[in-house]
C-alpha cells in the first residue's frame, strides 16, 4: 500500500524545515511543483520527504541552493553530476579549512585583547573607567576585521 500524498505542513514537519522553506524549495524548482486540490491545499507525494532532506543537509555541509538546483536538474536530464558534486565538495572543505585558520587568528587576537584588559584593569581603581572599548579600537581594527572575515559564508 502506498502512502497518501502530504500536505505541506505535514510535509515540513517530517523534514525538519518551515512550511516557508518548502515554498522556497518549490519556487526554485528543487522540488516539483505539486498539484492542488480543490480548496488550493498543495498535495506532496511522500517521496518529496526525502527530497527536501537531501537539500536541508546539503546546505548544512555548505552546498548553495543554486549549487544543488544545478545538480538536481543534470539527474533530471539523465547526467550524472557526480564529479561536480566531489568537486563542490572539495571547494566547501577549502573554504572551512581557511575559516579554521582565520578563527584562530581571532582567537589569538582576543586571547592578546583579554591580556591588555587584565593588565588595564589591574592599574584602574575599582569603579573608574578602564578605557576597555576604546582600546579595542586603538587596536587598529584588526581584531574586528578578523571577527567579520568569519561571519563570511561560503558562496
Not at 528543487?30 to 498535495?43: D, E, F, H, V
Not at 548544512?60 to 566531489?86: E, K, N, W
Request: aromatic share 4%; hydrophobic share 40%; glycine share 10%.
Amino acid at each position: 500500500m502506498s502512502e497518501s500524498p502530504l500536505r505541506i505542513g505535514e510535509l515540513a514537519r517530517r523534514a525538519g524545515v518551515s512550511v516557508d522553506t518548502i515554498r522556497h524549495y518549490e519556487r526554485l524548482g528543487l522540488i516539483g511543483k505539486a498539484p492542488r486540490t480543490s480548496g488550493g491545499y498543495r498535495m506532496f507525494p511522500p517521496s518529496a520527504v526525502d527530497r527536501v532532506t537531501l537539500i536541508r543537509d546539503a546546505v548544512a555541509v555548505g552546498f548553495s541552493l543554486r549549487q544543488l538546483s544545478t545538480f538536481l536538474r543534470a539527474r533530471l536530464d539523465g547526467r550524472a553530476p557526480c564529479r561536480q558534486v566531489r568537486a563542490a565538495g572539495a571547494r566547501i572543505l577549502d573554504q572551512i579549512d581557511q575559516q579554521i585558520t582565520t578563527l584562530g587568528s581571532t582567537r589569538e587576537a582576543v586571547r592578546a585583547m583579554l591580556a591588555d584588559w587584565d593588565a588595564r584593569l589591574a592599574q584602574t581603581p575599582s569603579g573608574k573607567p578602564a578605557g576597555l572599548l576604546d582600546a579595542l579600537g586603538a587596536r587598529g581594527g584588526a581584531l574586528a576585521s578578523a571577527a567579520r572575515s568569519n561571519l563570511k559564508r561560503p558562496g
